[in-house]
């Protein structure tokens, strides 16, 4: 199956995290935070304004990205676990 987000929003596969910390302890999956970074898969158009006119993305497939640990709907796609949100939800482009 594949996903096309429409209007202003993108697909996001979040990056792991490091599961040790520095002093060699490792950390067990359920009690890890998820992590609030991810490449951007695939991103919709853009935002359609009032007058009609469509505003481009400003983050493009490929992008790392920050976002909130509560942002985006999480789908699981082929397996894996993938987030769609709005643009507006991504914090920065990590460069």
């Known amino acids: 199956m594949k996903l096309r987000p429409l209007h202003d929003r993108v697909i996001v596969k979040r990056l ?10 490792v950390i067990p999956d359920n ?14 158009h853009g935002k359609i304004q009032e007058d009609g006119s469509v505003r481009p993305m400003a983050v493009k497939t ?3 990205v920050l976002f909130g640990k ?5 789908v699981k796609v082929d397996g ?13 482009v990590v460069e």
């Open 80 to 92: 894996e676990e993938l987030l769609v949100m709005r643009e507006e939800d991504i914090m920065a």
């Open 62 to 64: 490929g992008d790392k």
């Open 31 to 44: 009690a890890a935070e998820k992590p609030d970074q991810g490449e951007i898969l695939a991103v919709g």
């Open 16 to 25: 792991d995290t490091e599961r040790k910390t520095s002093s060699g302890i």
């Open 70 to 74: 509560y942002s985006g709907q999480t």
